[in-house]
């Protein structure tokens, strides 16, 4: 995860933190010394996230949160060959969409795909017919969705009758490219055993969304690959910056991990 600094627009950077906010052109080049170093330490794949823009809006964003992300996204393929993922807070996915058409990113994580969850930012609704046409109707049939299911910092009582396995099959029966499982927040381990029933549910690619660490990473055989942000910043923060010393561990963890198909 390339948790962006706070985008010109957001309340963080009006405030001039000087931790997560700048210029333009100082977030560029902060983004991509941290794509840079994971790249060093053995990473396969990266995905920026307006992480810093708290507190999010509900399903869109303004222009200038797309313009920005777009230009970031492009250095950041400029100088490291890498897949790109985007991820626009929160449940923006036709805005993530659009960044990712133009800086030619390969994926977007996409929140509330199916069924309605209570977010903290209010009701997400899900999207996924609308998010499908509108990928069509933009030229971007390439930009895959890895789509969340019952995803973190949400209450799912509404939908309490439908389980991680019903949950999986829907996103699959409704297009979804791969899913994501998550624990109940930033960096909290995702169930191994909620992994496994997706997994086992559909025939598209499951990836743990949170809570990877070193120490759990070969809880989760059937997942087919990992979403890493807290784990590799400083003291486990998200907040913090990325210490290359825990990075590359990390790496070295999942390169060594068995395929799900040889499991």
Known sequence: MLHLPALPGSPAAARGDAATAGRLDD???AVVAEAETYRAAGFTALM???MHDRPYLRGRVGPETVAAMA?????VRRAVPL?????VLAAANREALAVAMACGAAFIRAEGFVFAHVADEGLIEADAGDL??????IGAGHVRIFADIKKKHSSHAITADVDIPEAAKTAEFCLADGLVVTGESTGRQA???EVRDAAAAVSIPVLVGS???IDNIDRYPTATGFIVGSAVKRGGDW??????DLAKPLADAFAALEPPEAQ
């Open 27 to 29: 977030l560029i080049a």
């Open 211 to 213: 809570g990877v660490t």
């Open 48 to 50: 920026i996230e307006n």
């Open 191 to 193: 169930a191994p055993d």
């Open 71 to 75: 230009a970031i996204g492009r250095e």
């Open 132 to 137: 499908l046409r509108y990928r069509e109707a």
């Open 83 to 87: 897949p790109l993922g985007v991820q």
């Open 239 to 244: 907040r913090e910056p990325l210490d290359a």
